[in-house]
């Protein structure tokens, strides 16, 4: 009697900020535990989604944007980045194909080959948002970034659309090791409630304020009662005064559209009613303090 093997093992998904690997793992996962926003670093934390097929199971790993980081959280968020890569059987390299601007090829070039270099595992490219890519402009990009490295596939897709998400998945799975499936079928991360929730209302800061206010901003959730309805109590820190002027807004509007919109998303993650209450506090250089970074799992 012939038996099918089963495969099991990690993907990390790398790549550059906004290139779209949080929409990526929510569609592969059919449900939103990834923030996405238009801004670039918006993902802080690795997040870990469970894909399990028929034969298959893939733990992916999805991690910060690789940039030039500057300041100490950023230059935590790279690390965490890059530490992923020790723990892959294969690495999904996604980029936005359609971000191609001629002068920085070769400095994007210099910049890609140092993260690429580094990795041990088989690679698979993913070019992302073809959809919004005129046709004859895809070899070309093709070819540019097949001379960075010896990618094992390259595959473009849409991971909005869902155009190729399944070619891309056969492309990684060929990478996993022959093993037992680790997760129930009905586990689709490990992030907890608590974190998923605190991610949703940080996404409707980045959604709703402009400027250096998101990247300013944390939130931490100081309780989470589980009943009916479930109570949150969140806090979102700032840097300076100006930013939780930014946030209460005029009359508290702004906090209060924080509050419905952060409450509509986590009642559609629960399936239950909640009720959201938000407080603003000032620490000053948040960023740069490692007991805080600690606690948000950044250091």
Request: charged letters at 25%.
């Amino acid at each position: 009697m012939k038996t099918t093997s089963h495969q099991s093992g990690v993907t990390a998904i790398i790549g550059p900020p906004n290139a779209g690997k949080s929409t990526l793992l929510n569609h592969l996962l059919q449900l939103k535990i990834a923030i996405v926003t238009p801004k670039p670093q918006t993902t802080r934390n690795r997040i870990m989604g469970i894909v399990t097929g028929e034969h298959y199971q893939m733990i992916l790993l999805d991690t910060p944007g690789l940039h030039k980081a500057r300041e100490e959280m950023n230059r935590q968020m790279v690390r965490v980045a890059m530490e992923s890569l020790s723990e892959a059987d294969v690495v999904l390299f996604l980029v936005d194909a359609t971000d191609m601007p001629p002068k920085k090829l070769d400095q994007r070039a210099e910049e890609y080959k140092s993260y690429l270099d580094k990795v041990q595992a088989p690679v698979v490219l993913a070019l992302n948002k073809v959809d919004l890519l005129d046709p004859p402009r895809l070899l070309p990009v093709m070819e540019w970034y097949g001379k960075l490295h010896p990618f094992s596939a390259i595959v473009p897709i849409s991971a909005l659309e869902g155009s190729a998400v399944d070619t891309l998945t056969e492309e990684l799975v060929k990478h996993l090791p022959e093993g037992p499936q680790y997760y129930p079928d009905d586990l689709p991360t490990d992030a907890t409630e608590r974190f998923i929730a605190s991610e949703i209302i940080r996404e409707k800061v980045f959604l709703l304020t402009r400027d250096e206010v998101p990247y300013s901003t944390a939130v931490v959730i100081d309780q989470f009662e589980e009943g009916e309805p479930v109570v949150i109590h969140a806090t979102i820190m700032v840097e300076r005064s100006s930013q939780k002027g930014i946030l209460v807004g005029q009359k508290g509007r702004m906090l209060a559209t924080i509050r419905q919109q952060s409450t509509a998303d986590i009642e559609h993650l629960l399936g239950c009613k909640v009720q959201l209450h938000l407080w603003i506090k000032v620490r000053k250089n948040w960023s740069s303090n490692q007991n805080i970074l600690r606690d948000l799992g950044l250091a």
